[in-house]
């Protein structure tokens, strides 16, 4: 059985919505081979609080969206629907 990549699954989302954040995240989050889904997110958020916390905005209601504890498809809808415009908004990843 294979195991799903968060990693591609965040590109395929950046993908949809704009390519240059998406080739962003492909160059700079690393590979998260055979790492269970649930480090997956954990690492995933990670790496978005830390982008979005780099930013002069306020970022903190958007981190909020970027929760370990729940299951990926309500995580990947949250993500799609709050993070990703923030993401675009502010040309992310730096």
């Given amino acids: 059985m294979t195991m799903v990549s968060l990693k591609a699954v965040v590109g395929d989302c950046l993908k949809k919505h704009c390519q240059q954040s998406a080739d962003g995240w492909e160059r700079k989050m690393p590979t998260l081979d055979g790492v269970d889904m649930n480090d ?3 690492a995933v958020n990670n790496f978005w609080r ?3 916390g780099q930013l002069r905005a306020d970022t903190i209601s958007t981190r909020e969206w970027l929760q370990d504890d729940i299951p990926v498809s309500s995580w990947l ?3 799609e629907r709050f993070v990703v415009p923030v993401i675009i ?4 990843p730096l």
């Fill in 89 to 92: 908004q502010h040309r992310l």
């Fill in 77 to 79: 809808k949250d993500f």
């Fill in 40 to 42: 997956q997110l954990t």
């Fill in 50 to 52: 830390l982008q979005l």
